[in-house]
């Protein structure tokens, strides 16, 4: 079965800082990744998602994330955060093929940003 | 367009209790996912319905079980409440079953089990 490790439990940055959240998974096979973002007191929101080809995918709000095959990595990026980025960040995974159907999720990182 | 929509938004049930929760999916929709998430932790996938089939199940019990309806509205049911039900449930839809999809994701409903 795949599962997604997410390095940090809580990020503390300032405004303007740049910030780089880990996720890694394992599963031999082709995945397809994912972050998603939940705001306090709001739903669960995709910021980006890579399937094939360009492995630097941008997402909404100005973050990128970086697929890295042989380290099994989906890092998450964002060159300068505002305090409006405080928010819980998930990363998750699914298979490709039969059985892709189920996203399975790291813990997550909460961020908060300081103005 | 409407989103995904949860009921109730909270619940407080006793141990050994019964609970049916509600999600009404994106509309054009025609799978459903649900998932359990416990304080501190990501979303565990329960199940997912796919045209009133499940089409795919986690490591839940036979206690947690679903439906889905023709309209692709979903219900999650769990029987004989554990302390350990607590959490928040998820419900999202995508448009199709394939795991490249994007699931959208309601609100969630926050079950308390005393």
């Known amino acids: 079965a795949q599962s997604v490790s997410q390095h940090n439990h809580h990020v503390i940055l300032s405004e303007a800082a740049s910030l780089e959240l880990g996720c890694n998974y394992s599963?031999?096979?082709?995945?397809?990744l994912f972050w998603y973002v939940q705001y306090p007191g709001q739903h669960l929101q995709l910021l980006l998602k890579?399937?094939?080809?360009?492995?630097l995918v941008k997402g909404i709000k100005g973050f990128e994330a970086e697929f890295i095959k042989s380290k099994f990595s989906f890092n998450l990026r964002k060159p300068s955060v505002q305090w409006s980025d405080t928010a819980e960040y998930f990363c998750?995974?699914?298979?490709?093929?039969?059985?892709?159907?189920?996203?399975?999720f790291g813990k997550g990182t909460k961020l908060s940003v300081i103005p | 367009e409407t989103g995904v929509t949860q009921s109730p938004t909270h619940l407080i049930k006793t141990r050994g209790q019964q609970v049916t929760l509600r999600c009404s999916s994106q509309?054009?929709?025609?799978?459903v996912s649900w998932y359990q998430q416990a304080l501190g932790q990501g979303p565990q996938f329960i199940f997912q319905?796919?045209?009133?089939?499940?089409?795919g199940r986690g490591n839940f019990p036979p206690r947690f079980s679903g439906l889905q309806f023709p309209n692709y509205s979903s219900e999650l049911n769990v029987n004989a409440l554990e302390l350990d039900d607590s959490a928040l449930y998820l419900c999202?839809?995508?448009?199709?079953?394939?795991?490249?999809?994007?699931?959208?994701f309601g609100p969630g409903t926050r079950l308390t089990v005393l």
């Open positions: 999202a839809s995508s448009l199709e079953r394939q795991g490249g999809n994007e699931q959208f």
């Open positions: 998750a995974v699914t298979k490709n093929g039969a059985g892709s159907y189920q996203l399975t």
């Open positions: 599963y031999g096979g082709t995945v397809n």
């Open positions: 509309s054009g929709h025609n799978t």
């Open positions: 319905y796919y045209r009133e089939e499940e089409n």
């Open positions: 890579y399937f094939s080809g360009d492995p």
